[in-house]
């Protein structure tokens, strides 16, 4: 079974920074690309970041790009965000989602996580 | 590439039949998801590749379309189906539409 535990939210200050986390089981992890999608309370989904199955490939979101970062570590099934600089429009429900491909982009998420609240606020 | 779900909102009864179309502001070929998403919940896929059915999902639910115009189907409304539908366009990163609420009439 297909399981994606994500971790690492919490209440940040605005400036801050923040590294969120995604435990991936039930799968070879290696084979696939990974996504970041989030959602601000009471809106829709945004597509954050995506990640190719060796890593190599990352993609960004304009809202994102320059201050987070996308990465991954096979050897411990693990997705990573960090997110620097930090504002308040930062502020959501951040779920980790597993490729349908290897590739990070034209892949759609056939599982998602439960998602880890990100709140940025003085 | 921008999308545009119509409508934003949508009353309907159990075993309606109900559309829901997504707009891409660019031609996207076929590089388009379906997914539900249900309060408090995680949003799960129903289509992929504009009208591929993934697996386990109820066959009332179909997807059409190529290029720029596409559409949801629901043949016959369950109750589990008053939920968010949202469209992700995939061509170029993964642009989602904002969203259309199904709610009960």
């Known amino acids: 079974e297909v399981q994606l535990l994500e971790s690492g939210g919490g209440l940040v200050q605005p400036g801050g920074s923040l590294r969120l986390s995604c435990a991936a089981s039930g799968f070879t992890f290696s084979n696939y690309a990974m996504t970041w999608v989030r959602q601000a309370p009471g809106k829709g989904l945004e597509w954050v970041s995506s990640i190719s199955a060796g890593g190599f490939s990352t993609y960004y979101a304009d809202s994102v790009k320059g201050r987070f970062t996308i990465s991954r570590d096979s050897s411990k099934s693990t997705l990573f965000l960090q997110m620097n600089s930090l504002s308040a429009e930062d502020t959501a429900l951040y779920y980790c989602a597993k490729g349908s491909s290897s590739f990070g982009s034209g892949s759609h998420s056939d599982y998602w996580g439960q998602g880890t609240l990100v709140t940025v606020s003085s | 590439i921008q999308l545009t779900q119509s409508p934003s909102s949508l009353s309907a009864s159990v075993g309606d039949r109900v559309t829901i179309t997504c707009r891409a502001s660019?031609?996207?070929?076929?590089?388009l998801a379906w997914y539900q998403q249900r309060p408090g919940k995680a949003p799960k896929v129903l289509i992929y590749?504009?009208?591929t059915l993934q697996s386990g999902v109820p066959s009332r639910f179909s997807g059409s379309g190529s290029g720029t115009d596409f559409t949801l189907t629901i043949s016959s409304l369950q109750p589990e189906d008053f939920a968010t539908y949202y469209c992700?366009?995939?061509?170029?990163?993964?642009?989602f539409g904002q969203g259309t609420k199904l709610e009960i009439k």
């Open positions: 992700q366009q995939l061509n170029s990163f993964g642009t």
């Open positions: 660019q031609g996207i070929s076929n590089f």
């Open positions: 590749a504009a009208s």
